[in-house]
């Protein structure tokens, strides 16, 4: 059991350029979930995945923003003309079915100029 | 709407003392779990302790306990035997259907020696 990782780590660009990031989850969970979090706040949820269904998108989660899951293991999340806002740690998380505890990765810094 | 409120944006405790994290949550559902994690400073956020409501024990995890009180809404964290490596931000989350966490804003807490 390795984890959760995410690639970038850190990542700047400049506003308008588009981005993205990947996560592998462990490797027997099924579930995948994205947040984001903005410095001094608590994770917010984007996207989640059962396997390669993407079963649930937040608010939070505009047009720019986009996720796959395409062989219902690794996944990308992408931003399109991003903006200063976007500027934040995006986690991502995995877990098996059900309820219970998620595993989070160490998170890509996105920061946006 | 489901919310999660941490209202001790700071906390801090010397070492070997014993702190106490406050979290109250709503929801109008039965089921749930209830999860601490710790975020320690520029480093990924790990699971602390878990408590499913179903169950009236207070769950535990060595130095770590809860106080459940499912009529109130109320999930407070005690860390017993303070040690600086519990120098971390705090957060109580919420999980009602398996998808979803429910952050709180956090509750940083720094340990003194």
């Known amino acids: 059991d390795t984890g959760v990782s995410q690639d970038p780590r850190h990542k700047i660009t400049k506003r308008g350029q588009n981005v993205t990031f990947r996560c592998d989850p462990i490797s027997e969970h099924n579930r995948l979930y994205w947040y984001r979090q903005t410095l001094g706040q608590g994770p917010e949820f984007l996207t989640y995945f059962q396997n390669e269904a993407q079963l649930e998108k937040s608010r939070l989660l505009s047009d720019r923003f986009s996720a796959e899951r395409p062989k219902g293991s690794f996944s990308t999340l992408e931003i399109q003309r991003t903006e200063q806002g976007d500027s934040a740690m995006y986690l991502c998380a995995s877990s098996t079915t059900g309820i219970g505890e998620q595993y989070f990765g160490p998170g890509t810094r996105l920061t946006v100029t | 709407a489901q919310t999660v409120t941490q209202s001790q944006p700071e906390m801090s405790v010397q070492e070997a003392e014993t702190v106490t994290l406050s979290c109250t949550y709503d929801?109008?559902?039965?089921?749930?779990?209830l999860f601490w994690y710790k975020q320690p400073p520029s480093r990924q956020m790990i699971l602390v302790i878990r408590?499913?409501?179903?169950?009236?024990q207070n769950a535990t995890e060595n130095r770590f306990s809860v106080n459940f009180q499912k009529a109130a809404k109320s999930f407070s964290l005690k860390i017993s035997d303070s040690q600086l490596g519990d120098a971390a931000m705090y957060f109580c989350?919420?999980?009602?259907?398996?998808?979803?966490?429910?952050f709180g804003k956090g509750t940083t807490l720094s340990v003194s020696s």
């Open positions: 408590q499913e409501a179903y169950k009236q």
């Open positions: 929801t109008s559902e039965s089921d749930y779990y």
């Open positions: 989350a919420l999980d009602q259907a398996g998808t979803a966490l429910i």
